[in-house]
């Protein structure tokens, strides 16, 4: 596989944490965004591929600001990761793509679309359901877009809960995996025509 740049914006830290390590294990480079100091920077020890920025990752400005500093200080972005809760995703719409300067802001210098991965994932078990209910959600509204003009955007979903007792599981050590490979191969050149189409990945192990 090809390297890329992947700038992460993190809202569930044990998930986002894991995805940008195995991102990184694949001789990837990630710009980590999160707003706990002391778990980025120790990330980022344990990962020379990972550069920890400070970020709050519900603040759509102080994004902005991380996407033209990662392309002005560092390289041009391949792709954006967003790990975000059920809870976030209103009606289907996505925070970061909602925000009228996006766009125009993270293609000053990509020649193409660009990637952008959702990836949704409960904190509460009782939020299975709901979780179905948005990927079907997004499944029925995926033909109801024109091409993409500026963020060519696919979501994956996550069944299994997200918390640090997890964190060290085989079980989620595989997850974090399958999303990793899913999110990498989502930014290469063999996905182009791929666009608003919603990946479930659930956990048969509890079955």
């Keep these: 596989m090809d390297s890329q740049l992947y700038l992460v914006v993190n809202q569930i830290q ?13 001789g990837n480079v990630v710009v980590y965004l999160d707003d706990d100091e002391q ?4 990330l ?3 990962e020379p591929r990972i550069r920890y920025r400070y970020c709050q990752p519900r603040d759509e400005d102080m994004i902005l600001s991380e996407v033209e500093w990662t392309q002005r ?6 792709g954006i990761v967003a790990v975000v809760s059920a809870a976030e995703v209103q009606g289907i719409r996505m925070p970061l793509e909602d925000h009228s300067l996006f766009s125009s802001v993270v293609l000053k210098e990509s020649v193409q679309t660009l990637p952008l991965t959702y990836v949704i994932v409960s904190n509460d078990d009782t939020q299975t359901e709901s979780l179905k209910a948005i990927h079907l959600a ?3 509204q995926s033909h109801l877009y024109e091409k993409p003009s500026a963020l060519r955007v696919n979501y994956v979903v996550i069944s299994t809960k997200a918390d640090e007792k997890l964190m060290e599981s085989s079980v989620f050590s595989d997850i974090s995996t399958d999303v990793s490979n899913l999110i990498h ?6 996905a182009r025509a791929i666009y608003r189409q919603a990946f479930y990945i659930e956990n048969l192990r509890d079955k």
């Design 44 to 46: 980022a020890a344990e």
């Design 14 to 26: 044990c998930l986002g944490q894991q995805v940008s390590k195995r991102l990184a294990e694949k």
């Design 185 to 190: 191969y989502l930014t290469s050149s063999h």
């Design 138 to 140: 997004l499944c029925a």
């Design 39 to 42: 778990e980025g920077y120790r």
């Design 73 to 78: 200080c560092v390289s041009s972005i391949d």
